[in-house]
């Protein structure tokens, strides 16, 4: 059967439908998003309970014209081979996507699912990095609204099938668990460190000239099997760490250079204090070497 590609004027999602008559002036991807649109177009408007009361006598029992009919065996076949898939067309993730997925994933990133597609969801406190975001990844993202109870804004893509191999694989019993077969590329630690790294100074009411600081991962979420496994593959790229005993990782000193030349500059403004101290270390070594920090 031949079908056609059409645009939800609702969601703006593309769905596939088969191009018959009945889909000639279809405009809507699902009844949710029909009822939706005309709820919107009603503005507000409502029957009355007596013209309820009458459509409901009019179309009860025999004088409803689909009474006492039933799908035959054979279409109800076909609408079971038709729903049991995805009507939307799969999106191509490469490489560079996958591992930023990966990295937002060890963060707060989430992917809930249905039967045939993925979702993924983020909250954060910097509307910056949700439209960063939205800029690096090629999913078909809805609008970012702002939660004002808790000071902080959300962003979700909608449902997709290229995404239910990443719920399978970060939550395969129902729980967010770190894959086994994760490598830790840049752009995973990058993305990891932006959404759930930090940078602690010493105690500068004693040392207040003192440019040590450290890093620190929070992997509370996570059980210590699976903070052990990100232990291993952070030195496997030669960035020594070790698992804290309230659950969280933090790099060891000696390393401190090395992770930040790994992840190059910040991406985004809202992040750039996490940066402060490999900038304040970077210019300690300028005016050591009498050079300037640009030159450094």
């Given at each position: 059967?031949?079908?056609?590609?059409?645009?939800?004027?609702?969601?703006?999602?593309?769905?596939?439908?088969?191009?018959?008559?009945?889909?000639?002036k279809?405009?809507?991807?699902?009844?949710?998003?029909?009822?939706?649109?005309?709820?919107?177009?009603?503005k507000?408007?409502?029957?009355?309970?007596?013209?309820?009361?009458?459509?409901?006598?009019?179309?009860?029992?025999?004088?409803?014209?689909?009474?006492?009919?039933?799908?035959?065996?054979?279409?109800?076949?076909?609408?079971?081979?038709?729903?049991?898939?995805?009507?939307k067309?799969?999106?191509?993730?490469?490489?560079?996507?996958?591992?930023?997925?990966?990295?937002?994933?060890?963060?707060?990133?989430?992917?809930?699912?249905?039967?045939?597609?993925?979702?993924?969801?983020?909250?954060?406190?910097?509307?910056?990095?949700?439209?960063?975001?939205?800029?690096?990844?090629?999913?078909?993202?809805?609008?970012?609204?702002?939660?004002?109870?808790w000071?902080?804004?959300?962003?979700?893509?909608?449902?997709?099938?290229?995404?239910?191999?990443?719920?399978?694989?970060?939550?395969?019993?129902?729980?967010?668990?770190?894959?086994?077969?994760?490598?830790?590329?840049?752009?995973?630690?990058?993305?990891?460190?932006?959404?759930?790294?930090?940078?602690?100074?010493?105690?500068?009411?004693?040392?207040?000239n003192?440019?040590?600081?450290?890093?620190?991962?929070?992997?509370?979420?996570?059980t210590?099997?699976?903070?052990?496994?990100?232990?291993?593959?952070?030195?496997?790229?030669g960035?020594?760490?070790?698992?804290?005993?309230?659950?969280?990782?933090?790099?060891?000193?000696?390393?401190?250079?090395?992770?930040?030349?790994?992840?190059?500059?910040?991406?985004?403004?809202?992040?750039?204090?996490?940066?402060?101290?490999?900038?304040?270390?970077?210019?300690?070594?300028?005016?050591?070497?009498?050079?300037?920090?640009?030159?450094?």
């Open positions: 059967m031949k079908t056609k590609t059409l645009t939800c004027l609702n969601c703006s999602s593309i769905f596939i439908v088969p191009d018959i008559k009945r889909n000639l279809r405009t809507y991807c699902s009844a949710k998003c029909a009822k939706s649109a005309n709820g919107k177009r009603n507000g408007r409502k029957h009355t309970p007596e013209t309820c009361a009458h459509f409901s006598k009019i179309r009860f029992g025999q004088m409803n014209p689909f009474y006492g009919q039933n799908h035959s065996e054979e279409t109800k076949a076909k609408i079971a081979i038709k729903n049991s898939k995805s009507r067309i799969p999106l191509i993730i490469n490489e560079t996507e996958r591992n930023i997925l990966d990295g937002l994933m060890l963060g707060d990133g989430h992917i809930d699912s249905n039967n045939f597609c993925g979702r993924y969801t983020q909250g954060c406190k910097y509307l910056e990095f949700l439209e960063h975001i939205k800029l690096l990844l090629p999913l078909d993202w809805g609008p970012i609204w702002e939660d004002k109870k000071n902080c804004y959300h962003l979700k893509s909608r449902f997709n099938p290229s995404l239910l191999e990443f719920r399978k694989r970060w939550y395969p019993n129902g729980k967010k668990i770190v894959p086994k077969d994760l490598t830790l590329s840049k752009e995973a630690i990058l993305y990891w460190f932006l959404g759930d790294g930090s940078i602690r100074f010493g105690n500068k009411s004693k040392f207040p003192s440019k040590h600081y450290e890093i620190r991962l929070a992997t509370d979420g996570f210590r099997e699976d903070n052990l496994f990100l232990v291993e593959q952070l030195g496997i790229i960035i020594r760490s070790n698992l804290l005993k309230h659950n969280q990782i933090k790099i060891f000193t000696e390393s401190n250079e090395k992770f930040f030349k790994l992840l190059g500059g910040c991406p985004v403004n809202c992040y750039d204090y996490k940066w402060r101290g490999y900038n304040n270390m970077n210019k300690k070594k300028a005016l050591i070497l009498g050079i300037t920090g640009q030159d450094a």
